[in-house]
C-alpha cells in the first residue's frame, strides 16, 4: 500500500508502458510538484470522466518536466502497473493525495495466447490501412501479452471509455477479448465509410462529367445556330407566345430571366421549371360560352332530375342575368361581383352532388369536382409555399387547370366536413375563394399571381347547414334540398335510376320491368328516407335476383307489388302512428335529422313514488328544458284546460323518446311534449293522425321553428294527414310540393291549447284513462 499524489487526466487514459506529455493546469501542477516533492517522482494517474474519478489508475513516474512547443507547461510521464485507488488521505501541497494498492497481473491462461494472435492479426491490418509500418513491428516483436494489450492506449480511434474499460479490465484476457471485438467494430465501420466514399467519389466524378459533356453540348448546339429543347430560351418562347394577362407574363418572364442565371445543377431551377409549367398551363383566357338558351338549359335539368324547383330556378335566373349582362355590354367575362355562390344543403341521398353535372350541362360549361371532406390543411386551398419541397397549388388551382377552362362549374363537395387542423383553417382559406367581391383577385401562396375566379359558377354541397362556419355560410346563396315526395321518387325511380341500375347488371328493358306500383311500395314502406340512395340499392338488389333467375329460365321478369316480398322480403316501414297513440300519455312529434325529417314519438307515464320528473332517451339541455317547460305549463293552466293539476303535482312523472340509443336535441320538441303530458292527465289519447312541431313558453306561446318542409315531408312518408305547426311559420309553407300540402291538412297555431283542443281525442270517448294506463 503506498500513498501517492493523484494526477487527474480529463481527456486521456494512462496505461501501463504507456509515455505521454499531460499538460499543467493547477490541478496536475499540484500532483506533479507534490511527486516531485518526495524525491522518487511517482504519482497516480486517475482518468477522470464526467468529473468522477474511475475506481483503478496507473502508478507513473515523471520523466521530464518542461514547456511544449507552443510554451504551454508540460509534463511527461510513463505508466508503470496498475493500482485500485483506496481512501484519501492528508498530504503535503495542494494535492489529492490517496492510498493506491499495487494489482498483481496473473499469468496469462487459458484463450490468451489464441487472443493475442487474433489480436495482432486484426490490428496489422488496421495498421497497414494507415501506413504504420514501425508500429507493426514493434508488436510482432512485443512478447509480454500484457504490454500488447496495453499498448492499444495509443490508438486514436478508442474512445475515452474503452481505454477506461481497458484500464479496469481484471486479466490480460479480459483485454484482449475486449480488445478483439472493438478492433472488428473498427474495421466495419472503416469498410463501411470506404464504401460511403468511393460511392460520393464516383458520384461526384459522374456530375462532373456529365456537367462538362452537357457544356460543351450546349457551346456545339451554339455553335451550330440550335437551342436545347429543354432549355431556358424555350420558355422564354413559350411565355411570350402564351396567351397570359399582362401581369402575369411579366411574373413569368421574371422567373425565366432566373432559370437563365440559375445553374442546370441548381435545385432552383427545377422549381422554377415547374412553377413554369403550373403557369403555362393554366387556362388564364380560355373559356366556354355559355349556352343562352332557358328552354333548352330548363330541359336538361328537368331531364336529369325531378323536382329541385327551387335550385332550377336559380340556376334559370343565373343564367337569365348573365344573358341580359352580356347584351348591354356589362363585363360579364371576369370583373368585381360578376360570380356566384350556391350552397346545396340537405340530407344524405337527394342529388345535390350530381346536380352539379346538371348545372355544368345546362350552362354548357365544363365541370370539376373538389371533395373538402375531412380537409385540414389550409394549403389545400390556397396552396404551398414554393420553398417547401414538394410545394403544389392549392386544390382551386388545380380544379381549373383541370377543367381546362377559366369559367367552369366547381362543386366544392362536403363543406361542411372541414376541419380545423394544426396547419391552418381551411374553411377560412375558403372566405376568400367564396366572396364575389374579393375572389376576382384570388391569389394562390404557390402561383404567387392574381388568378380571377369572378367567373367561376361555385357550387358548395353540405348535409349540416349549422355545420358551416357562420362567415363562410354569409358568402353563400342557400339552397334547400329537402328531401322528395313519393311521386317523386317513383319517377326518379323510373327514369334515372333503374335504367341505371339495369346497365349496371347487364339486364334491358325488355328483360325486366318493374311497375309504379312496385317503386312506389318500395319507396313508401322499404326505403322510407328523405333521398333516393336506399332506393337505388333496393332496385339494385331485385335487378340481382333477377340476374340470377334470367340465369336458368330466359323469360322476361315484371316485379310488381306483389312480387316484393320475394324479392325484398317484407316491408321495414309501416304506419305505426295509430297503433301507438292508442293509448293516452303518447304524441307523434316531427324533427330534422342529418338524415332529413324524421318522425319521432314522446311517450309519459306516471306512477306512485316522489314527485317529479324523469327524462331519458339521451335528451341534450335543450330537450330536458322543453320537458319542464311543458311539465309547468300544464300545472300552471290545468284547470282552464279542463285538466287536474292534482294529476301530474303528486305522482311521478317519465317522460320518455323511444330509440335511446340515439342522441337527441333541438328546440321543436315542447308542443309534442305539451300534448303528451296532457293526454296522461286527462286520459285522452291524441289523434292517431296528428303529428306537431314547435316551441313552447311557460305562457302557452307557439314559437317557430326551422326545418318546416323536411318535418312535413317525413309527416307525408309516415302516413299523418294532419300536422300543427306554429303560425309564424306560415311562410315556410310556400316551399312545399304542391301533393303534400294537397294530402296534409295543415294547422298553423299560435296558442299550445288550441293544439291540446284540436289533437286530443274527446273525452267522452271509449279509452282507457291516464291511471289505467299506470297500472298497466
Excluded: C
Excluded at 410 to 427: I, M, N, Q, S, W
Amino acid at each position: 500500500m503506498a500513498t501517492l499524489p493523484v494526477l487527474p487526466l480529463t481527456d486521456a487514459v494512462l496505461l501501463p508502458g504507456m509515455v505521454v506529455p499531460v499538460t499543467l493546469d493547477p490541478s496536475t501542477q499540484a500532483a506533479v510538484d507534490a511527486a516531485r516533492a518526495t524525491g522518487d517522482q511517482r504519482l497516480l494517474a486517475v482518468p477522470r470522466i464526467d468529473g468522477e474519478y474511475g475506481p483503478v489508475g496507473t502508478v507513473a513516474t515523471i520523466e521530464k518536466v518542461g514547456r511544449l512547443p507552443d510554451g504551454e507547461p508540460a509534463a511527461v510521464v510513463r505508466g508503470l502497473t496498475r493500482a485500485r485507488i483506496g481512501s484519501g488521505v492528508p498530504g503535503p501541497g495542494a494535492a489529492l493525495w490517496v492510498e493506491a494498492a499495487t494489482l498483481t497481473e496473473p499469468a496469462p491462461a487459458g484463450r490468451a495466447r489464441e487472443l493475442a494472435r487474433e489480436y495482432r492479426a486484426l490490428m496489422t491490418s488496421v495498421l497497414q490501412q494507415r501506413g504504420a509500418w514501425q508500429v507493426v513491428d514493434a508488436m510482432e516483436r512485443m512478447t509480454d501479452l500484457s504490454e500488447l494489450a496495453d499498448s492499444a492506449g495509443y490508438a486514436p480511434w478508442l474512445t475515452l471509455t474503452q481505454k477506461t474499460d481497458l484500464l479496469t479490465a481484471p486479466d490480460v484476457t479480459a483485454r484482449l477479448e475486449l480488445l478483439v471485438g472493438w478492433v472488428r467494430e473498427h474495421l466495419a465501420e472503416q469498410e463501411v465509410t470506404e464504401r460511403i466514399n468511393t460511392d460520393v467519389r464516383e458520384g461526384l466524378e459522374k456530375s462532373q462529367r456529365e456537367f462538362l459533356l452537357r457544356q460543351q453540348l450546349a457551346a456545339i448546339r451554339k455553335e451550330l445556330g440550335e437551342e436545347e429543347p429543354d432549355g431556358s430560351a424555350d420558355y422564354r418562347a413559350r411565355v411570350e407566345g402564351a396567351d397570359l394577362p399582362e401581369k402575369v407574363r411579366e411574373a413569368a418572364l421574371r422567373e425565366v430571366g432566373k432559370l437563365e442565371r440559375a445553374s442546370d445543377a441548381s435545385p432552383e431551377a427545377g422549381w422554377i421549371r415547374t412553377w413554369l409549367d403550373t403557369v403555362l398551363e393554366m387556362p388564364w383566357n380560355a373559356r366556354t360560352e355559355d349556352d343562352t338558351d332557358l328552354a333548352a338549359a330548363r330541359a336538361v335539368l328537368d331531364a336529369d332530375h325531378a323536382g329541385l324547383a327551387d335550385v332550377k330556378d336559380r340556376i334559370l335566373e343565373h343564367l337569365a342575368v348573365r344573358n341580359r349582362r352580356a347584351e348591354r355590354d356589362l363585363g360579364v367575362v371576369g370583373g368585381r361581383g360578376s360570380g356566384a355562390v350556391l350552397a346545396l344543403a340537405g340530407p344524405p341521398g337527394v342529388g345535390k352532388t350530381s346536380l352539379g353535372e346538371s348545372v355544368a350541362r345546362a350552362l354548357g360549361r365544363n365541370f370539376v369536382r373538389v371533395s373538402l371532406g375531412g380537409v385540414r390543411d389550409e394549403a389545400e386551398i390556397r396552396g404551398h409555399r414554393r420553398t417547401y419541397v414538394g410545394a403544389l397549388p392549392g386544390r382551386i388551382v388545380r380544379a381549373l387547370r383541370e377543367a381546362g377552362s377559366s369559367n367552369p362549374v366547381v362543386l366544392l363537395d362536403e363543406v361542411d366536413k372541414l376541419a380545423a387542423g394544426y396547419a391552418g383553417d381551411p374553411a377560412a382559406a375558403l372566405l376568400e375563394v367564396l366572396d364575389p367581391a374579393q375572389n376576382h383577385t384570388f391569389r394562390d401562396h404557390y402561383l404567387e399571381v392574381d388568378l380571377d375566379l369572378s367567373d367561376v359558377l361555385f357550387l358548395a354541397t353540405a348535409n349540416v347547414v349549422e355545420a358551416i362556419p357562420g362567415p363562410l355560410l354569409d358568402r353563400m346563396e342557400l339552397v334547400a334540398l329537402d328531401g322528395y315526395t313519393e311521386d317523386e321518387k317513383v319517377a326518379i325511380a323510373r327514369d334515372h335510376l333503374l335504367p341505371r341500375q339495369r346497365e349496371r347488371a347487364g339486364l334491358t328493358a325488355d328483360e325486366v320491368t318493374v311497375t309504379d306500383a312496385a317503386l312506389a311500395r318500395i319507396a313508401g314502406e322499404y326505403t322510407r328516407e328523405a333521398g333516393v340512395r336506399q332506393l337505388e340499392r333496393s332496385l339494385a338488389k331485385i335487378l340481382r335476383k333477377v340476374t340470377v333467375a334470367l340465369a336458368t329460365d330466359s323469360e322476361p321478369v315484371r316485379v310488381d307489388v306483389e312480387d316484393l316480398a320475394r324479392y325484398l322480403g317484407r316491408p321495414k316501414h309501416t304506419p305505426e302512428s295509430a297503433e301507438r297513440t292508442a293509448v293516452p300519455g303518447v304524441a307523434t312529434g316531427l324533427a330534422v335529422t342529418g338524415a332529413g325529417g324524421d318522425v319521432l314519438f314522446v311517450e309519459a307515464s306516471s306512477m306512485e313514488g316522489e314527485p317529479g320528473l324523469t327524462l331519458t332517451g339521451q335528451l341534450g339541455e335543450v330537450m330536458k328544458e322543453s320537458a319542464h317547460i311543458a311539465l309547468s305549463y300544464l300545472r300552471s293552466n290545468g284547470r282552464r284546460l279542463g285538466l287536474d293539476p292534482n294529476a301530474l303535482a303528486g305522482r311521478r312523472i317519465h317522460l320518455h323518446v323511444p330509440a335511446g340509443a340515439v342522441p337527441k336535441d333541438g328546440p321543436s320538441a315542447g308542443v309534442t311534449m305539451v300534448t303528451a303530458l296532457a293526454s296522461l292527465a286527462g286520459g285522452r289519447p291524441v289523434r292517431p293522425e296528428f303529428g306537431m312541431t314547435g316551441e313552447v313558453t311557460l305562457s302557452g306561446r307557439v314559437l317557430p321553428v326551422g326545418g318546416v318542409k323536411q318535418k312535413l315531408l317525413a309527416a307525408h312518408r309516415a302516413g299523418l294527414t294532419e300536422v300543427v305547426v306554429p303560425e309564424r311559420n306560415e311562410p315556410d309553407l310556400d316551399d312545399l310540393p304542391t301533393e303534400v300540402r294537397q294530402a296534409l291538412t295543415i294547422h298553423t297555431l299560435a296558442d299550445v291549447a288550441d293544439v291540446l283542443a284540436l289533437a286530443l281525442r274527446p273525452a267522452d270517448a271509449d279509452t282507457p284513462t291516464g291511471d289505467a294506463l299506470t297500472a298497466a
